[in-house]
């Protein structure tokens, strides 16, 4: 992608946060060298599918050389690091590199960090304490960034430093939140699935399970005759998101008795012939057999070492020049077998 003449040669150090920027960088048809760390941190799956999902396609060494390190990263064209801290990054000699593009991602703390975000305020039901939110979110999104940026230096030829602080990140991505209080001096707060400014948009139940509508104002009129319920677009409680939300008690009430009659499937082509947003709540079997997903080829299968393979997300972007077939995990060696 970056260079007709080589492959762009990626170093990767750390955890998560490097591991979905190079798991990008693999992607985009780089050569991406990673360098386990000394100590894995926890994580909300098995190593086995972590290793799976981020590393597949990525050549892995076991190494606490200091010097084979440095040297790997000065003939790299890119160096991917992540650290629990400042000085955990600069231990490992990182000021004294020679590459030309160096990403440093460093976090206060994963509990601090979506704390001070505003994240795990707004998650979870009024009356409980917060949720935290699922999986390793932060260190994906702060990759993504770092892929972003190390890239943009590459096909500029720009040399840089980059620099990316995770509750930056997470602040980032607030923008929702920030808007709402500028415009409308609206602080938003916890109310379970509804999504409370915009009505309706929360989950209803129906014959065989559960569906989630988002209806924003120019919806409203076409979502009212996929009820078969015209004459609400004339009900004076209803005229406005205001006043749908003012009586969203009463809405929400009208609209589960209706969709208590129907079924996944029928809620699902109403929605698609008024061409209104909603989504079933499907299974974890149902989501790897989804027709949509798989017509945009949502999953790439894995081989494991032993034979076996697995399914898994691939990256939410395709890289259309480049041709792909069934891909191996790479297991880490130790730097003396090569």
């Known amino acids: ?20 920027a190079g798991k990008l960088f693999a992607h985009a048809g780089c ?15 098995s190593s086995r599918a972590m290793d799976l999902f981020l590393h597949h396609d990525k050549r892995r060494v076991r190494t606490f050389d200091r010097e084979l390190i440095a040297n790997l990263a ?28 160096k990403v440093a991602i460093t976090p206060f703390g994963m509990t601090a960090i979506l704390a001070l975000g505003g994240y795990t305020n707004l998650m979870g039901d009024p009356d409980r304490a917060p949720l935290t939110l699922p999986g390793h979110y932060v260190d994906f999104q702060s ?44 602080v938003r707060s916890r109310h379970g699935n509804d999504f409370w400014s915009v009505v309706p948009t ?34 004076p409680r209803f005229l406005t998101n205001d ?51 798989n017509e945009r080829s949502m999953w790439q299968r894995i081989n494991y070492n032993d034979g076996d393979s697995v399914l898994s997300p691939r990256p939410p972007f395709v890289m259309s020049a480049i041709k792909r077939d069934v891909l191996a995990l790479s297991e880490p060696k130790d730097a003396m077998d090569g």
């Open 74 to 101: 000065n003939k790299a064209d890119v160096v991917l690091v992540d650290g629990e801290s400042a000085d955990e990054v600069l231990a490992i000699g990182f000021e004294s590199w020679q590459t030309a593009i």
């Open 243 to 293: 006043l749908r939300m003012k009586n969203r008690d009463a809405l929400h009430e009208i609209i589960a008795d209706v969709f208590i009659q129907w079924s996944r499937s029928e809620i699902q082509q109403r929605a698609e012939v008024a061409r209104i947003p909603l989504g079933a709540v499907l299974s974890f079997p149902e989501v790897l057999n989804d027709p949509h997903l």
């Open 31 to 45: 050569d991406v060298v990673r360098i386990e760390p000394e100590h894995r941190k926890a994580c909300w799956v």
């Open 1 to 20: 992608m970056f260079s007709e003449e080589q492959s762009t040669r990626v170093l990767e150090i750390g955890n998560y946060s490097a591991g979905y």
């Open 202 to 235: 929360t989950l209803f139940r129906c014959k065989d399970g559960w569906v989630y509508i988002n209806i924003v104002p120019g919806f409203w009129d076409p979502f009212t005759t996929c009820l078969d319920l015209p004459e609400l677009t004339l009900d």
């Open 143 to 186: 990759g993504g960034y770092a892929y972003t940026a190390a890239s943009s230096c590459l096909l500029g030829r720009h040399k840089d430093t980059i620099d990316i602080g995770m509750l930056e990140v997470i602040m980032s991505l607030s923008q929702f939140t920030t808007v709402m209080w500028t415009c409308a001096q609206t």
